[in-house]
């Protein structure tokens, strides 16, 4: 039997509370059935392409992106997916890549047909796509922001002011309850890393100054048009520390970069509780996307400092805090973005930012850019 006190009990009370005052949090009918998801393809252990797509998407479907991104030939390479005991299934091309029978203890890996289904090597295919073309350097800057924010708008406007109480209160809870949320986490994250990749992954020195100055250009552009958590995905990208060593890349940045650039980076210094990234985002009218990180790091501290319940009854003035943290992502969501179809030339913009590299081990990051430029 659950004791009537159990933190087990108190929580499903606490939700109870919430659920009851219906002008607190919007209405949990309101919440958008889950079309879309997240599917990483691995091509290493260390490196993925990360697909936003239909759950129904076809393992063809998927394959022709991913050749598409590694520049690959997709008549030559199979999905597999790879249990942590070693486990390996070929997937089919009519299959549905996403299937509910699928093992959540599994990877899906790309692997080539032509080698017997065997895998990429890391080291050959991080040197083959050390050797391509930077295609990112041929698009408009302001069309690849537009992009990241018509993406992260999709997800922010898709979370529910409950996923907020549910990640916060509900930290082994069921990750249903959370699914919109930790998509755009998972996304600030990955467009992190993928600032870290596409420049890491330039071997040569003119691009990569190139594309530092693009990525600067393209985090200014997510601030004016009030997209907070690309803008700090991008700078924490330029910050990463196998990024920041390349001295080569940063001492050929024209100074009006690095103004721009020391300029936008003083918007994420945490000191003040992060003052400066608060009182800017205050003055920006809706609609606007917050730096989500942030505003889970103010609900989680009202929570931990506040006790739940005094006396064994509910502590409303804690909630009424909670309450107030969470409701501003509805003044966030007063107004829509525009909805207008993307133009023909941002076509390829899209596609690039919707599907993105990304390497997510800092070893491997590190050994490119010490590749690339050596200690001396």
Known sequence: TVDEYSPHRKNRALFHQFSLKENWLQHRGNVNEIEDIFCLIYI????????????????????????????????DLALVTVTFSGEKHELLPTEMALSKSLESSSRIYTYRKSETLNPFAENDLLESLQSR???????????????????DWSLFNSIHEQELIYFTFSRQGKSENTLNLSFLLQRCNEVQLWVATEILLCSQLGK??????????????????????????????????????????????????KKLFSELESLTDPSLNHKAYRDTFKKMKPPKIPFMPLLLKDVTFIHEGNKTFLDNLVNFEKLHMIADTVRS???????????????????????????????DNQQTLFELSHRIEPRV
Not at 53 to 73: G, P, Y
Request: net charge positive.
């Open 44 to 75: 290493t252990d260390h490196a993925y392409v990360s697909i936003r797509t239909k759950v129904s998407s076809t393992v063809q479907d998927i394959l022709k992106i991913v050749a598409e991104r590694i520049q690959h030939a997709e008549e």
């Open 133 to 151: 073309s930077v295609r990112i350097l041929g698009m408009n800057t302001w069309d690849l922001a537009l992009e990241l924010t018509s993406f």
């Open 208 to 257: 990569r100054v190139q594309l530092v100055k693009k990525f600067i250009k393209i985090a200014a552009h997510c601030k004016a048009q009030r997209n907070l958590n690309s803008f700090f995905a991008i700078i924490m990208g330029l910050n990463t520390a196998s990024v920041c060593r390349l001295s080569q890349t940063w001492e050929k940045i024209p100074g009006k970069f």
């Open 329 to 359: 992502l509805r003044y966030c969501r007063n107004n829509q973005f525009g909805n207008d179809m993307p133009q023909k030339e941002r076509q390829e913009a899209r596609f690039y930012t919707h599907n993105l590299l990304v390497i």
